[in-house]
């Protein structure tokens, strides 16, 4: 069985850092690509970025590059997102996805499999 677990979601201050973590099971995971979404209330969902695993490339859309990383702890099978300098529009449950198509970055639709995901509150 295949899971995708997110962490590490909370209330922040605004101009604060945080922490996601997505711990995958069940697939091969040098094989994927591991994408970051966000869904803000009364919103669609928005990828944030995107980790080749294999490769270690990384990709961001220009809405959030300069304050959003991703990086991957191969050992432990596990994608991190680090949001810094946070603002009040991060907020939202953050997801991870994996997917094993051939388009980079990943069209949404290569995603395979999703997480339950994780709430991150930004505050004022």
């Known amino acids: 069985e295949v899971r995708l677990v997110e962490s590490g979601g909370g209330l922040v201050q605004a101009g604060g850092s945080l922490r996601l973590s997505c711990v995958v099971s069940?697939?091969?995971?040098?094989?994927?690509?591991i994408g970051w979404f966000r869904q803000a209330p009364g919103k669609e969902r928005e990828g944030v970025g995107c980790?080749?695993?294999?490769?270690?490339?990384?990709y961001y859309p220009d809405s959030v590059k300069g304050r959003f990383t991703i990086s991957s702890d191969n050992a432990r099978n596990t994608v991190y997102l680090e949001i810094s300098r946070l603002k009040p529009e991060d907020t939202g449950v953050y997801y991870c996805?994996?997917?094993?198509?051939?388009?980079?970055?990943?069209?949404?639709?290569?995603?395979?499999?999703w997480g339950q995901g994780t709430q991150v509150t930004v505050s004022p």
């Open positions: 980790i080749s695993i294999n490769h270690g490339t990384t």
């Open positions: 069940g697939l091969d995971f040098d094989d994927v690509a």
């Open positions: 996805a994996s997917g094993d198509g051939f388009s980079w970055p990943p069209a949404r639709y290569e995603y395979d499999y």
